[in-house]
């Protein structure tokens, strides 16, 4: 039904579209050693393939043993390359399989159904752990990584089930259905092998979009967060604690005098000094705050789980980290201060629009009363409650 030639030539088609399609994708992304794992695993995969097929106008070293190891060899630097597309090291126990099959070939080398048998036992080892591997990192649901692994498992219980057939019916091979077995096998695995490519397309191409959107999410000048960024994550944060005890805080800084920096020494400076702040800021806090730049020379702060009297110390360290150093470019030097409006607020009922509008009106009275200090207010007075941080409270720079 399945001639080896057929088989051969879909499984080698499959490692060839894989090589050429993830070599696209290095091509414009070379940040990842991921693709070039997956590039080199079809590559030995789909060469070891054509070896096999040549076995018998090849010497006796190249006829079984290295068309077998460039085949696992394969499979293990698909598992490198899914470790390094998360910034993972290189597992050791990818040399497992290639071992297992290097080690035991001598012993069965003249015996057709226990050399298949090994060759089944090292490759369902190494898709074993390779589906472990991948299905422990996958989120929950269906998403590519999990159809990654499912396919792995699959072939594990496949390739286990057929060293265990050879094993025990070695001696009728060609007498019953083992042989239509092993026939359809190869084939199940090419078909097996181009859903790899098409749910490792799939995961290259998630994240490709989710770094898209993290470039939409982010200001271009500072590398923080960008105002959409800032309230998308901040309202996602404040949801995550709505069922925790204790507050959450928000802090809006912006540059004192910052259209004079501008008008005295130019837009670069003032770029430079918005660069520098934001740089500075991002120094002193945790991994969970939430840091944005939400307009010019304005930014803000959500401290998810804080309550105000850390927050006045967080704001108090980036206020002097900016005041008490100058910041210093091509000829000039300029001394810049910073104005803070702080608020906190119960996570039970922490809405961020009515947050950030509190934080701001706060910032004003810190402007009101002089610049270079921070204010803290906990409720929005009362006539600028209908203002929301679409409908910002003007304030002087």
């Not at 499959?14 to 997956?38: E, N, P, V, Y």
């Not at 967060?225 to 069922?243: C, I, P, W, Y």
């Not at 001394?335 to 009515?354: I, K, Q, W, Y």
Request: aromatic share 10%; glycine share 8%.
């Amino acid at each position: 039904m399945f001639d080896s030639f057929t088989t051969r030539l879909v499984v080698e088609a499959a490692c060839l579209m894989g090589s050429l399609t993830i070599f696209s994708f290095w091509l414009k992304d070379r940040h990842t050693s991921a693709h070039l794992w997956w590039i080199a695993g079809f590559g030995l995969f789909g060469l070891g393939l054509i070896l096999g097929s040549l076995r018998q106008h090849l010497p006796a070293l190249l006829s079984y043993p290295v068309p077998g190891l460039l085949t696992l060899l394969g499979v293990s630097a698909f598992w490198a390359g899914l470790r390094a597309f998360d910034r993972r090291p290189f597992p050791l126990l990818a040399l497992l399989p290639p071992a297992i099959w290097g080690l035991g070939l001598p012993l069965v080398l003249s015996s057709y159904p226990l050399r298949y048998a090994l060759f089944n036992l090292a490759i369902g080892t190494a898709t074993l752990l390779t589906g472990t591997d991948v299905w422990r990192q996958a989120p929950k649901g269906i998403n590519p990584r999990t159809c990654i692994g499912f396919i792995c498992l699959l072939e594990t219980a496949i390739s286990y089930t057929q060293a265990v057939a050879l094993i025990a019916m070695q001696e009728v091979i060609g007498d019953g259905p083992l042989f239509g077995w092993l026939t359809f096998a190869p084939f199940q695995s090419a078909v097996a092998l181009i859903a790899l490519v098409i749910f490792g397309i799939q995961l290259i191409s998630e994240r490709s979009q989710q770094r898209l959107q993290r470039l939409a999410m982010s200001d271009e000048l500072t590398n923080v967060l960008n105002r959409r960024g800032f309230f998308e994550l901040g309202q996602q944060a404040l949801r995550g604690q709505s069922d925790n005890a204790g507050d959450s805080s928000v802090i809006v800084f912006d540059i004192d005098r910052f259209k004079s920096i501008n008008d005295t020494y130019g837009h670069a400076a003032g770029d430079q000094v918005i660069a520098t702040f934001a740089k500075r800021a991002a120094r002193l806090l945790r991994p969970d705050d939430i840091f944005g730049r939400i307009g010019g020379e304005e930014f803000a702060l959500l401290l998810p789980g804080t309550p105000s009297d850390v927050a006045a110390s967080v704001a108090e360290r980036i206020r002097l980290a900016i005041s008490e150093e100058p910041i210093t470019g091509e000829g000039y030097t300029v001394s810049v201060t910073t104005s803070a409006g702080l608020t906190s607020a119960p996570n039970s009922h922490a809405h961020l629009d009515r947050l950030m509008a509190t934080a701001d009106a706060a910032l004003y009275e810190a402007k009101r009363l002089g610049r270079n200090r921070i204010k803290s207010l906990d409720s929005l007075p009362s006539g600028l409650r209908h203002l929301t941080p679409i409908a910002r409270v003007p304030h002087k720079a």
